[in-house]
């Protein structure tokens, strides 16, 4: 809308919004009541960096559609269009069949990830990940008669909100109150080495931290483990970019023990890091499974795929006289063409507008505006990430490491928001260390995106506190 003020009220939106939408994270109290104390906001039109909401007011989003989704930026007439003319052709058929952009764009992903082979389509990052983990459990029944069956998972990673990916969650705050969870699970420490574990520093705490991940293989007894699942760069656990040393090691320890490697890659997937298409490649891993969702189509699509090398694939084939012997799973919307259509488009632009390499130069520069931002404030205790994928942990005391009060923290996040600037941080995750201010713009982010997104969080800092 360029800016200019709506000319339609809205208000109707907002009631019909108050009265019967149910938001994702939120709590609703303020919002209903017979005096409600403030509205909800209803996101109107995107374009480029920018949203604005039901009263006109422009936001540059820092976050990419709230939650490191809309990589390519708002307004792709070019997607909407590839889109709208695929729907026309044909919305959608059952994946037990294929279709043209499926293929396609199959084709296409496969090209940019070296070692791997073949996509399953689905419809979110949570679903990719059951897809993963279902698949392991069909093979320790395959191959192990079930015994390998266990999933480790790290300590402050995410997998997605179903029982069974919660039950995969090292964020605890996540699945309190939604017990029972799901067997199986095993969790793996972090590599945070900010929030060291062990005394130790740079590569050595990396092989480290890689190292108790082979302890607990070991406790569980690895005839029983099937396959470990990371986040290259862990997300909404506080932007955790892990140490060098760390995955070499940890690549070792799977191959030693006959462990598949699945890496989540829902955020950092599809340029979020720049340079490469995808975060692990940052680090010569060569996974079992990848999985990716919200950068797949920047949000123009419900798409995510559950990818997968041949080694894998060829598992779900050996027997076919066996009537079970095959990967007997769907998704119904895994279907819907729309998704690889957009994601086709999605990735063209990338490649066309240089964007791996702008997300490089502008994360540089994110990072660099961040340490001097820290060398403004005491408050920022450790800056943090890779590419457009950024953090800034807040503590109370530099030397103590003690977190800043999670109320500050959000304090931050909605001053910036006064300001017109949409930052993100960590929310409900891991207990008492819910202090990490998250930045994720577009991929298209320019150094004036870049300058203003610091600038409201300098002001937002110095507000509140001091
Ligand atoms: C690393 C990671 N994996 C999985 C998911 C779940 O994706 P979805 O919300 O599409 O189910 C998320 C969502 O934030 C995520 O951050």
Redesign the pocket.
């Known amino acids: 809308m360029d800016g200019k003020p709506l000319d339609n009220d809205l208000s109707g939106v907002v009631e019909a919004d108050r009265a019967h939408v149910w938001h994702h994270l939120v709590q609703h109290a303020g919002w209903t009541g017979p005096e409600p104390k403030s509205d909800p906001r209803i996101i109107v039109e995107g374009k480029g960096m920018r949203v604005w909401d039901q009263h006109g007011k422009e936001h540059l989003d820092a976050v990419s559609g709230g ?2 989704t809309v990589n390519v930026g708002y307004g792709r007439e070019r997607i909407a269009n590839a889109v709208r003319d695929q729907l026309i052709k044909l919305n959608y058929f059952a994946g037990t069949a294929g279709s043209i952009p499926g293929a396609q764009f199959s084709e296409k992903l496969i090209s940019k990830m070296p070692g791997m082979s073949r996509v399953y389509f689905t419809n ?4 990719a ?1 059951e897809k993963a983990f279902k698949m392991v459990r069909q093979i320790a029944h395959k191959r192990h008669g079930g015994r390998k069956h266990k999933i480790l998972y790290r300590d402050r ?5 179903s029982i069974a ?1 919660i039950s995969a969650g090292g964020q605890d705050q996540r699945g309190l109150q939604y017990g029972p969870f799901t067997p199986g699970f095993v969790r793996v420490p972090h590599c945070m080495e900010y929030r060291a574990q062990w005394d130790l520093t740079g590569e050595e705490y990396g092989q480290r931290a890689a190292d108790a991940i082979e302890e607990v293989i070991l406790a569980e007894g690895p005839d029983t483990v099937g396959a470990l699942c990371l ?1 290259p760069v862990t ?2 656990g506080g932007v955790i970019v892990p140490p060098p040393g760390y995955w070499p090691r940890v690549q070792e320890i799977c191959r030693k023990y006959d462990i598949l490697l699945h890496i ?1 890659e ?2 950092c997937g599809v340029g979020r890091t720049g340079t490469e298409w995808f975060g692990y490649q940052h680090y010569g891993i060569e996974p079992d499974f990848v999985t990716m ?2 950068g797949v189509a920047s949000g123009y699509a419900a798409i ?1 795929c559950c990818v997968t090398n041949e080694k894998v694939f060829d598992m779900f084939h050996e027997h076919p006289e066996d009537p079970l012997d095959y990967f007997r799973d769907i998704s119904t919307f895994g279907g819907c063409t729309a998704g690889p259509a957009a994601a086709l488009e999605n990735m063209a632009i990338i490649e066309e507008e240089g964007l791996l390499e702008n997300t490089t130069a502008m994360g540089d520069y994110m990072l660099d505006r961040l340490h001097a931002l820290k060398d403004k404030h005491a408050v920022i205790g450790d800056v943090r990430g890779k590419g457009l994928f950024l953090g800034a942990e807040l503590v109370a005391d530099r030397a103590s490491k003690e977190p800043a009060e999670e109320k500050m923290v959000q304090a931050v996040a909605a001053d910036c928001n006064a300001q017109g600037v949409i930052i993100g941080v960590m929310n409900r995750s891991v207990p008492g260390l819910n202090n990490t201010l998250c930045y994720s713009p577009a991929l298209i982010a320019t150094r004036d995106d870049i300058d203003q997104i610091v600038e409201a969080t300098d002001k937002a800092l110095t507000k509140v506190f001091g």
């Open positions: 939650v490191w979110s990052g949570t679903e990940n990673d995410y997998h997605g909100s990916a986040e997300a909404g989540d829902v955020v969702a919200k995510a």
